[in-house]
């Protein structure tokens, strides 16, 4: 059988309220016997039981952030024996407080590591700009060697130029011609001539042809380069984009951490929508059978925009700003429109954040992915939450949840059940907290196309528990005599109610009893009567006729739970006949 079955197993053959996180601790550390489960949640004694040990082990240890589970592997580890139990509990905190301890160092460590990786790395690139500093010095030093060398070359070809000249002066000028005879001079061959056009043409043509294959290999190497370009812009592109969203959600986290998040005092109300704190309008223009939202967005020009500027899908009344299903990004437009795909059916609401920051300029009204329903709830007897609804769409795996009204997470549910454990009449019971406040019950849809997670598609009206603790002094002579009624805390063996003078608050009592009877755990309710024999009875007598009692003929009733200096419910009284 499964592991709930196995659990109800357990409750049957159990004699003791236990919680289903219990049974299921003390079941894992078994292997899944039921019978050896059986025996150690069992009373270890008459008086005290697995859970309530449990609670005595809490008491005698307060730690904060102790998980659960600590507790009980403390109690199975000990068989019972709470001073043991106590011991292995202290070690185990010690030992994981150890832990976290050499975590924290290791993560010093590791960010000095790092640091000092950083500041060599500085260092390198500090080096290499010098030494690229140094060679670009070298170049420009190399040039203006090259050109020195290049002007004193020039210098040196015009001297002897010069001297050339001077030596031809020099030499004796040459006879005179002989103008006797007109000078002869050769015919041009026309052959050799047409032979050296030719071979001028044909330079030209080889250099032209290896002209036009270099301008052809570089119009290539271009085309190239520009289709590179083109392809890093793209993914230059996708990669701003990428991080700008780290660099968003970066944000979030740190001003999250820092400022912590802001709550409300009501309950979320899918009917009703958020006053937006700016005038940037997100309207929902429509939402299809498929899930997907439709929507437009409009910012006043008074206001500057930005290209980080988002809109993004929230489960609706989510408290965190990082917590979004999806993100549009308006790319710095004042107005437009857009589209999200729902993961799951359930109410959410549209948030617009400017500049990638996490502060809410505006919401759009709640609006509801998936069909409809209407969830009602009502409270029967003080003792009991009677919830029913109307939907055409339920499931199997439909399920509802009780919740203190304005609870934001949908996990942090108070109890919660499936929709198919409902009566003939439609409806399922929860047990109503004791705790007097505003309820409210969640509605959530399941399904094999796609399942709703944590959006919940209803949400009823609040239910209000009342606060009915009270007690009444029906005498005060012989036997003071209460009739006493608690529903606000839980039951518990030790609970006792006791007489005490009005003007001492920490005072020993004059009398006291247990509000069970002799202690038993059993025995023990939430509402009944009381006597209570008084040590002093000259002290409980009333004052002579005619004067007004005195200040120590003043008296209270008070109850005590587990805290023994903290009654829970007190009352005065003066002592009458």
Not at 62 to 89: H, R
Not at 219 to 248: G, N, S, V, Y
Not at 259 to 281: F, L, Q, Y
Request: proline share 6%.
């Amino acid at each position: 059988m499964d592991k709930s079955q196995k659990v109800n197993a357990i409750r049957a053959k159990v004699d003791d309220p236990l919680s289903e996180s219990v049974i299921c601790a003390v079941l894992d550390a078994n292997n899944g016997d039921v019978e050896a489960a059986v025996k150690v949640l069992k009373p270890v004694h008459e008086e005290v039981s697995f859970e309530r040990q449990i609670a005595y082990l809490k008491e005698l240890y307060v730690y904060p952030g102790i998980p659960e589970s600590f507790y009980i592997d403390s109690i199975l580890q000990s068989n019972g024996d709470l001073s043991t139990a106590l011991d292995i509990l202290i070690k185990r905190v010690g030992d994981e407080e150890e832990k976290k301890r050499k975590a924290e160092q290791e993560k010093r460590r590791v960010e000095e590591e790092k640091r000092k990786a950083e500041e060599e790395k500085r260092k390198a690139e500090e080096e290499k700009r010098k030494a690229q500093e140094a060679g670009k010095k070298a170049q420009e030093e190399k040039k203006k060697a090259e050109e020195e060398k290049k002007r004193a070359e020039e210098k040196k070809k015009a001297e002897e130029e010069k001297k050339k000249a001077e030596e031809k002066k020099k030499q004796p000028s040459p006879a005179a011609p002989d103008h006797s005879l007109p000078p002869t001079k050769p015919l041009p061959d026309p052959m050799e001539e047409a032979r050296r056009r030719e071979e001028h043409m044909q330079g030209a043509k080889e250099q032209l042809a290896k002209k036009m294959e270099e301008l052809e290999k570089h119009k290539k190497e271009l085309e190239k380069m520009l289709q590179e370009k083109e392809t890093a812009e793209q993914d230059a592109k996708a990669i701003r984009d990428e991080i700008h969203k780290c660099d968003f959600q970066q944000s979030v986290i740190q001003k999250s951490c820092i400022a912590g998040p802001a709550r409300k005092d009501s309950a979320p109300d899918p009917k009703a929508g958020r006053v937006p704190t700016e005038e940037c309008e997100i309207t929902v223009t429509g939402v299809s059978e498929d899930r997907v939202i439709s929507f437009t967005w409009k910012i006043p020009e008074k206001y500057e925009t930005s290209r980080k500027d988002c809109i993004g899908l929230y489960i609706h009344d989510r408290e965190f700003s990082n917590k979004y299903e999806k993100i549009f990004m308006l790319e710095g437009k004042h107005e437009g429109s857009g589209s999200f795909e729902a993961p799951t059916i359930g109410y959410y609401d549209l948030r617009y954040y400017p500049n990638y920051s996490s502060i809410e300029h505006s919401r759009s009204k709640p609006f509801l992915v998936g069909p409809e329903m209407t969830v009602n709830a009502k409270l029967q007897d003080r003792r009991k939450i009677v919830v029913s609804w109307n939907t055409a769409a339920q499931t199997d795996g439909d399920w509802l949840a009780l919740y203190s009204s304005g609870t934001y997470s949908n996990v942090k549910y108070i109890q919660w059940c499936k929709a198919s454990s409902a009566n003939s009449d439609g409806e399922v019971t929860f047990d109503a907290p004791r705790t007097p406040g505003s309820y409210e019950v969640r509605y959530f849809f399941t399904s094999k196309k796609h399942a709703s997670g944590y959006a919940y598609s209803g949400i009823s009206e609040p239910i209000v528990i009342p606060n009915e603790d009270k007690m009444e002094v029906l005498a005060t002579h012989p036997v003071v005599k209460v009739r006493w009624q608690v529903f606000s805390q839980e039951p518990y063996s030790k609970d006792w109610i006791g007489v005490f003078p009005s003007s001492e608050n920490n005072a020993r009592p004059l009398g006291w009893t247990y509000l069970s009877t002799k202690g038993l755990m059993d025995s023990v309710g939430d509402h009944g009567i009381a006597e209570i024999e008084v040590s002093s009875l000259s002290r409980l007598l009333p004052p002579p006729e005619g004067q007004l009692p005195a200040e120590a003929d003043k008296y209270e009733i008070r109850i005590y739970n587990r805290a023994p200096n903290q009654p829970y419910l007190r009352i005065p009284f003066v002592s009458k006949q």
